[in-house]
């Protein structure tokens, strides 16, 4: 006999799933150890047996969850995993989505414990990958678990899709999701990706920034010169690159490349107060991040330069000998890369070609360019206010913490947001339990514990909440 | 009995010498092959030993060669090397100086044969230091082992100096300098350290440009952080540093520190003809280096920039994500290692203090900079057109080309140059056989083999042409 939980589930469903996960937390941060060991960097080749290796135990640890259906769907980089409960016909479908790789590791020096050895320190459990986004993905499998082994059924239908390229822009999830639209229908996507405002304070991610990416190269003489012989009549490529570099932005801060703002609309006096109403302060962002002052764009905020306004962002800038003591060198090529952060209005696709023709029309004498795009692409993404998911999750957030969560947005980009709404038709509900503090992308990424209970607590509670608005 | 070779020494004596030289030449480039497969990089600690080992080799050589004193003089950093003949009582002395460390090989996948691992391809010899300094150095050992073996004496007093830290600004020659300065009396120095114009055309160098050197580094962030949660609202430590180092250089191709070309005198209309006239094509040096275009201080041809106008030029620029893929960081810092060459009327302390002074003037909001010296500092050097040095090269050169030597600059820098002329009072007169174009401090630095017993012939008729000079 099959039970429908959207209806049928016992009242005291949500009561057992609590207990059975509070009395397995030990075993949930153990798992997570296990996960966060595996170095899924998706960026280098030489992880690629390790990422196969992380996708092989997620696949397992669905299955042990008790899933009906699980499945490693191939692409032509690296594999996402999919799995799959239905058995709540009527009920709403969620789309659980979340990756399971990993940014690169690097620099190690600058890592207090080994990466790839996930090592607690007081209640933060400390390696690549735990907060981004190892432990919000796993405590939604876990949730699953707890609700498979007491009821025996969930109170929605849920189907995960958890893939291993996030971190290099999901480069083949559109091709996958284009191709398993059927199997991937659902009412909306539930993000395990994404992070809060805060440890304290509940927020709903309402928005997330687009993203463009493209490297570039600035080269002169065919070989590195001696820089005494050769200095002074030929371009250095390293002063070409400072000078294009220079140039892609003014002294407001603001980017300097024609057309970079068209169709950015600016925010309503209104939204703008609210913004300004958000419990922030720049002091406090400074004691967390260290730098010395605030700085961007002229006449905005710290938190609408972060959320509301697009960036053009170097990630890496080199040339030269960068090594021990002094080598007195005229080197023949300099490298970039950067990053643009995208809000609505802008097409990252138009908005390369613009950086690109930029860098042309500036580019110095004496050296030549040459632009690559990375094809790491994604437009910016509003949730609808009114949307179910989002109602459901207040309503979760508000329970667990006394109030209702911030309605905040997302300086980060998440590349499938594009794909969801563009190929399924579905919109994001974010729903993630790392916290934007945690140096995701950063040496000694962590998370925290605590945090673990409190987001498996979350995530039952939402199907919980989910299945009972939809009954009415 | 002490023969008296500056009046002595028999008349066939070159010609024996020429003769042994010739005979000796397979012996010759075996040595030097041997020479440089010890990969003495003095910049880089872990090269120590080896460091420790060429100056060994070096040692050994010249006892070989039969010199009456032989010695490793220490210093606080790499030691140098120190031997004498002092049997010709009344001739000249000179005082031979050459450096046996070498430049870093980086970065290693540019060369085409291992750089420790010196290669003959066809009149070539590749390897790091071949040209700077191993063989311009060696061949002047060979030639004394000559004449020693073919007449027992040499027809001058000759003192061989040879240093290990040439390629990390020779910072403790200095003081070693002043310590032995009564060992090292002498009448001249005697560079085996140099270059010259071309392998076809006989140059005599008659200046040097002088050198500063100086990294900083720009701090944002104490952390790396997220390029999507925090671009924007923090100042990126790769766009201050842009801009920074684009902010010294002017549009003409200037240096932009204020006072930098403060005592900088303009050649006269005759230096600039003269200059002008010699065998130099823009065409020919583009084709030469592969840059696509000259480039420089506006209003001096290629070679007025080269030899007589002081520069500021990055040797290395770093921060962020360097590697493979696509990292959206926000890095915490940003780096540079600068060097300037000088000309006469530059002090390169106050050349450093004003770059200093200019950094920090215009340092963009948001970061903080730290400005530290290397220690790499020198002034700019003129040889005194009739310096009985001057004159026995000309001779020399003229003999063995059949025409006058060109009269050239050299923009790279020699830091003992200053040392010798200011503890000593010596002028250096530069008598190297490297060429200007042999990829010294880049990959696949070489040697053309024929300018060995080119070089050898040519120390062997200078010591002769010396002596009989002062004979009158």
Redesign the interface.
Known sequence: MTVNPGTLLPGTALADVQALLRQRAADSVAELVEFASIPSV????RHQPDVLRAAGWLAGRLRQAGLTMVETWPTAGHPAVYAEWLGAPGAPTVLVYGHYDV??P??LE?WHTPPFTPTVVGDRLYGRGVSDDKAPLLLTVQVADAYLITCGALPVNVKFLFEGEE???SAHLGTLVAERAGRLKADFVLSADG?MWSAETPSLTVSA?G?A?LEFTVR?????????????????P??A?????????GADGRVAVPGFYDGVAERTPEQRRELAGLPFSDEA?LAQ?????????AGYS??E??WH???L????????????????????E??A?V?C?LVPGQDPERVTRLIEAHLHATL?????LEVRR?G?QARAYGLPPDHLGAQVAREVLAELYGRPPLEVG????IPVLETFLGTLGLDTVFFSFSV?DE??????EFFRLPRLAQGQDAWARYWWTLAARARG
Chains 1, 2 share one sequence.
Do not use: C, F
């Open positions: 998706s960026a280098q080749s940014q690169p690097e620099p600058r971190e290099v822009g992070g920034r993203i990416a002169g003489p065919a070989k590195d010169l001696h820089s005494g012989r050769h200095g002074g009549a030929l371009h250095n390293l002063h690159m400072a000078a294009l570099v220079a140039g892609l932005h962002y991040t260290g730098a010395p002052s605030p700085y961007g764009e710290t938190l330069r972060q306004r697009p960036t962002e170097l990630n890496g800038l080199w040339g030269g000998y960068t090594g021990e003591g002094s080598k007195t060198v005229l080197p023949s300099a490298h890369k990053t952060r110095p004498a004496g050296v030549t990375s790491h997302m300086g980060g980009s934007g140096d995701i992308h950063a040496p000694n």
